[in-house]
Nanobody
């Protein structure tokens, strides 16, 4: 099973940028799709981005489209979430998750089974 650790969160002013990292350990990372989620006490968990095992297919939620992007480096066992033009409503705990089956992408349907602990992103106005 893949273990995931997020980093890169912090406090940033509106309009600023952050890059989150999701570092994985365990077997088969390069075969597994990864998703980035966010959650606040007021909102349900939201999938903001996902990337296929190869990096060739990505999903970006409408709420962050044009501002967030996702990429992976399988040689480093890491998936990145690049966030630009941040807004106060992007404030949330961000966490990554791994799909339970290999060689999948968002269009095929993802079922996330391994979850990280999350990193807090706070955007001040």
């Amino acid at each position: 099973q893949v273990q995931l650790v997020e980093s890169g969160g912090g406090l940033v002013q509106a309009g600023g940028s952050l890059r989150l990292s999701c570092a994985a350990s365990g077997p088969n990372f390069s075969r597994i799709a990864i998703g980035w989620f966010r959650r606040t006490p007021e909102k349900e968990r939201e999938l903001v981005a996902a990337i296929s095992w190869s990096g060739g297919s990505t999903y970006i939620a409408d709420s962050v489209k044009g501002r967030f992007s996702i990429a992976r480096d399988n040689a480093k066992n890491t998936v990145y979430l690049q966030m630009k033009s941040l807004k106060p409503e992007d404030t949330a705990n961000y966490f990554c998750a791994a799909d339970t089956k290999p060689y999948a992408d968002y269009a095929m349907g993802l079922t996330f089974g391994s979850w990280g602990q999350g990193t807090q992103v706070t955007v001040s106005s």
